[in-house]
Each structure stands twice: as C-alpha cells, then as structure tokens.
C-alpha cells in the first residue's frame, strides 16, 4: 500500500508543479499564436469595442455557461440569500468566474449539477467551462483540455473522533471508506483499496453522514470542504496526514483552443493582479 501511496503522491507532485495548461498538444509557435489572436480579442471585449474574432468557440452567444456542483464549499455552495452577483450561488469558484466572464465580456451562466455529470456537460458541449474545484490529471486531459492552475487542493481524510483510523496507513483497515463519486478522492480510493471498500455518494454532505451514521469509517475529500464539514459537524475530524496534494483548474472541451487561450490570458490577469487570492482569501482564512 505504502507503495502506492509514495507514488500517488509523487504523481500528485509533479501535477501541482506543472501548470496545467502547459500540457497542450499544440506546438509551442502555435500556441503562441492563438494566445496572442485571443489576447487582441479579450483587451477588445474587456473594452467592450467589438465583438469576438470567433477564434473562441461558445454554445451560445455572448454567454460564458458554468458547470459546477454547488455542494463544495467554500468553492461553491447555493447561497441563503441572492448570492454573487444575484446568481443565487456563492464560492470561490463563482465569484472567479464572475470576474472571468466579465473580462471576456461575456454573460455568466451557472449549470448546478452533480460532480460527473458536470465532468459530462463540458465533453457533450452541454457548457463552455466547468469550475468546480476540478483537479488536473493526466486522465481526465485526455478528455478535456485544461486552463492553467488557479488554486491547489488536498485530498484529506475524516474520520469519527474515536476511530482507529489514525493515519493514511490505517485507510487500508476501511471496511468502507466515503467519497464523491467520480472525484479524485473516489479514484485514487478504488485504486489504493479496491472498488469494493469505496463508497461513492453524489455530494459530500452525504458521504459525511453516512460517516456520522457509521456507514462509512472514513471519508477522503478535498481538503476545503473539508474544513467546512467538520466545522459544521461536532464529533468528526481532519486527519493530520495528507493524501495527495492537487492542483484546481478550470476545464473546457477538448480543442476549443480559442476559449483555453482566452480562459488563460484572463486568469492569468487576474491571478498576476491578485484578484484570485483576494476572493480565496475571502473564503478561506489564511
Ligand atoms: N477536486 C476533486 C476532483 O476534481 C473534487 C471536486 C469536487 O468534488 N467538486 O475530483
């Protein structure tokens, strides 16, 4: 097990020092190209002058359609009130988003949905993006193109205060063992244990009661929503170990070059002008 782990680890290193838009297949010269074609269009729009030079390809006109699950707090979550902008959502990722669109000068559209079904939406063409805490791996690039990373995740475990589960090591002592289905955390979980200790809920607040119900004796997800579970929730807590570190970028269909130059010339911006650790740290106090 410890093998596996040291290299899920490993793989889950080199993802956090590789910017997750340097992994595109086009040639370096090209690439260069479509970004500077796409930054001319973005300055125009952010200047509001003239329309898209149709280099960016989306499912509908003047609108940026968001794919998210609003169950991942504090990345997103349905909002008591009006939400971000009176989207009726609010999160990190919403208001990143926001700030995205806007740049582009395009109207931002929020899809609520499951995590796999959101995963679905962007390779059906069903959205143009999906910011949903979504991690880079090598496998899901294979499907879908990436932008760079704007944030790192953790895949943590929590577990019941009295648990024998204590370390990383002892998740192989699971007899079942909560995740999100179709999340990181439910993929390394099926490789490391085996299908067959790994139960996959549609949303972590359900993984995280069926551990309060003791269906579970674990339960591997990210890091942030983490904090806001037990946070909520007397008698649980974050191990100390990590898991595997990971890196958050947004996700497109593969080969819509045009929006992945855009999506990453905006958000360099705004992560150069420190507007992206400002709305972190909105959300998540250092
Ligand atoms: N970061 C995890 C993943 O990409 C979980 C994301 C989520 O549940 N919203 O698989």
Do not use: W
């Given at each position: ?14 993802f956090?020092?590789t910017a997750c838009g340097a992994k595109t ?104 993006v999906v910011?949903?805490?979504l991690t880079y791996t090598e496998?899901r690039d294979?499907?879908m193109d990436f932008s760079d990373s ?97 890196d958050y970028c947004v996700a497109m269909?593969e ?5 992945q130059?855009?999506i990453n ?22």
């Open positions: 097990m410890k093998k596996v782990l040291a290299m899920l680890l490993a793989a889950g290193m080199i956090s020092m297949e086009a040639p370096a010269e090209e690439k260069k190209e479509t970004v500077e074609e796409n930054t001319e269009a973005v300055e125009e729009n952010v200047e509001g002058t003239e329309e898209m030079d149709g280099a960016m390809v989306l499912i509908s006109e003047g609108k940026l359609v968001m794919a998210t699950n609003a169950q991942f707090p504090p990345y997103e979550l349905v909002s008591d009130g009006e939400g971000v902008d009176g989207t009726g959502f609010e999160g990190i990722d919403i208001e990143i988003a926001m700030v995205l669109a806007e740049k582009l000068g395009l109207e931002l559209q929020i899809d609520d949905m499951d995590f796999d079904a959101a995963l679905m939406a962007v390779q059906e063409g069903k959205c143009d910011l949903a805490g496998e294979q499907i704007y944030a790192q995740g953790v895949q943590v475990i929590i577990v019941n205060e009295d648990s024998a589960i204590k370390s990383v090591d002892d998740l192989a002592n699971a007899d079942q063992i909560g995740t999100q289905r179709g999340t990181t955390g439910y993929i390394y979980c099926c490789d490391d244990y085996g299908d067959d200790h790994v139960a996959a809920y549609d949303n972590g607040a359900s993984a995280v009661q069926a551990l309060k119900n003791g269906q579970v004796d674990a339960v591997v997800i990210d890091k942030a929503p983490a904090l806001e579970y037990v946070g909520a929730n007397e008698g649980l807590v974050i191990l100390d170990t990590e898991y595997v570190v990971e269909a080969g819509n070059r045009g929006l130059a855009a010339v905006a958000l360099n911006e705004l992560i150069e002008d420190g507007t992206v650790d400002a709305i972190i740290e909105k959300y998540i106090k250092a």
